[in-house]
């Protein structure tokens, strides 16, 4: 697969140019293959080159740009690395909120990992609060007999 994406990178960063929003999704796609096999370091270097064309292309508040901060926060937290990946939620979060609004789904999804890095780190009251924020949000949008609740 890493094979294929990176072939894929190098036509879509020829044809579309470095700052196309699709040779950012390239490298988060990459920086994907790389945290699923456990190589973080590599991982996070793909991640924030995504991080960084989106936000020059698509502007600080954009979707991808918090969807970008959560993944670079996913790759902090499968290391072990709960401040920083604590650091990470929180810009997706506030841009979340800001640009979809509080009762999107991508919000509880933030509030969810917010809540599984404390729960990593046994704070579990904070970890509490920060579920059950998701849960409200997808019980209210979603139903509350979504599989999703």
């Given at each position: 697969?890493?094979?294929q994406l990176q072939k894929s990178l190098e036509i879509?960063?020829?044809?579309?140019?470095?700052?196309?929003?699709?040779?950012?999704?390239?490298?988060n796609n990459i920086g994907g293959v790389y945290q699923?096999?456990?190589?973080?370091?590599?991982?996070?270097?793909?991640?924030?080159?995504?991080?960084?064309?989106?936000?020059?292309?698509?502007?600080?508040?954009?979707?991808?740009?918090?969807?970008?901060?959560n993944n670079i926060g996913s790759a902090y937290k499968?290391?072990?690395?709960?401040?920083?990946?604590?650091?990470?939620?929180?810009?997706?979060?506030?841009?979340?909120?800001?640009?979809?609004?509080?009762?999107?789904?991508?919000?509880?999804?933030?509030?969810?990992?917010?809540?599984?890095?404390?729960?990593?780190?046994?704070?579990?009251?904070?970890?509490?609060?920060?579920?059950?924020?998701?849960?409200?949000?997808?019980?209210?949008?979603?139903?509350?007999?979504?599989?999703?609740?």
């Open positions: 697969a890493l094979v879509k960063s020829r044809v579309l140019g470095p700052d196309s929003p699709d040779v950012a999704t390239s490298y699923a096999q456990g190589k973080y370091n590599e991982a996070l270097v793909q991640l924030q080159k995504s991080l960084e064309i989106r936000i020059r292309v698509l502007g600080p508040d954009s979707p991808d740009v918090a969807a970008s901060y499968a290391q072990g690395k709960h401040n920083e990946a604590l650091v990470q939620y929180q810009k997706s979060l506030e841009i979340r909120i800001r640009v979809l609004g509080p009762d999107s789904p991508d919000v509880a999804t933030s509030y969810n990992n917010i809540g599984g890095v404390y729960q990593a780190q046994g704070k579990y009251n904070e970890a509490l609060v920060q579920l059950q924020k998701s849960l409200e949000i997808k019980s209210r949008v979603l139903g509350p007999d979504s599989p999703d609740v």
